[in-house]
């Protein structure tokens, strides 16, 4: 049977806080034949990063703890506070959030405005990063006490670019929120000139800045978008396999509205097409523990802390117990 890429392959599927539009002709092409129709660097095209860019993901054993916006429980979301405890905690990986600012900074915050965590009712798009570093990024975080007890601590947004220098030993998952191609080219440009790209996946909601990111060479991992995802569910493993995912990570939450997305069928299906699956955001431990019964190759949390104590003594976690293996000392 000749396959090819018509939209009826596309199932006309709508998930819960996933939306499935046409796919791009370059999402469908089989990977050999998209290496010669999109745009690739001088490093890819002669293979210098093949080995090397995918081996910081590919080479640590899951199942893997991920650190939601860091350990965002205990500290302000998106702040070098919360990346430094989620680590210190065992997190594997670092989730966060990056918008670029009028000036082109990426700053690390999941909202488009600073309303909800620094109290500015400010598009980061209409600001130079040089107001959005004087926001109070304690601002939004909310104790268990129901306190804004970080506010006024002098924390403050982050450049990603400063991340990435005060963590150089860190890998993140990077979620790229709405930015245009210009923009997008300053961000593998720093990434580049850092040469973090093995240890950044990054990953977007849009389909079209994962697209972007491709056909600007991006070397390191990615992550499947909101339409890839939809994809995944819905479309049969044989068409998914003759047209395959560009990315190598699919991050989706358990469920959307009434279908269950921890099924045994699609972690199979994800085995099959070599995807990781990673569930977010899961905060309770006996949730995490039944999805590392099930299969998932990683867990996304906001309370690392919590979560550790599971993967301290789940049969699935072997391999996070060697890695985190502290010394005793008399």
């Keep these: 049977m000749k396959l090819s890429a018509p939209e009826a392959l596309l199932p006309k599927h709508r998930l819960e806080g996933f939306t499935c539009g046409e796919p791009a002709l370059d999402e469908w092409l089989p990977r050999r034949t998209r290496a010669n129709t999109t745009a690739e660097s001088p490093g890819l095209r002669q293979g210098r990063y093949t080995r090397s860019i995918m081996s910081a993901w590919s080479s640590i054993a899951g199942p893997l703890l991920f650190a939601h916006r860091g350990a965002s429980v205990e500290r302000p979301e998106n702040t070098l506070p919360a990346f430094e405890l989620g680590l210190e905690l065992g997190a594997d990986v670092l989730e ?35 107001e959005i570093a004087g926001w109070d990024a304690g601002f939004g975080f909310i104790d268990r006490d129901g306190q804004r007890s970080m506010a006024g601590r002098g924390i403050h947004p982050s450049r990603f670019d400063d991340v990435l220098d005060a963590l150089p030993g860190a890998l993140f998952n990077v979620d790229v929120k709405d930015a245009r191609e210009p923009e997008l080219r300053k961000l593998l440009a720093l990434l580049r000139a850092r040469g973090a790209e093995p240890r950044v996946l990054l990953t977007s909601f849009l389909a079209e800045v994962l697209g972007s990111v491709r056909r600007l060479g991006y070397a390191g991992p990615l992550g499947l978008s909101q339409r890839d995802v939809v994809r995944l569910v819905f479309t049969p493993a044989f068409v998914t396999r003759r047209f395959p995912f560009a990315g190598s990570r699919a991050q989706i939450p358990t469920r959307s509205g009434p279908l269950d997305l921890t099924r045994p069928g699609l972690l199979d299906k994800c085995r099959a097409l070599g995807l990781a699956l990673d569930y977010w955001v899961i905060n309770e431990p006996e949730e995490a523990r039944l999805l590392l019964q099930r299969g998932a190759d990683g867990i996304i949390t906001d309370d690392t802390r919590a979560l550790v104590q599971v993967f301290a003594s789940a049969p699935q976690t072997s391999a996070w117990r060697a890695r985190h293996a502290r010394v005793e000392t008399a």
């Design 96 to 130: 966060l959030d990056v918008h670029p600012s009028r000036d082109g900074v990426f700053v690390v915050l999941h909202d488009a405005t600073g309303s909800r965590m620094c109290g500015v009712e400010r598009a980061l798009s209409d600001c130079d990063w040089s």
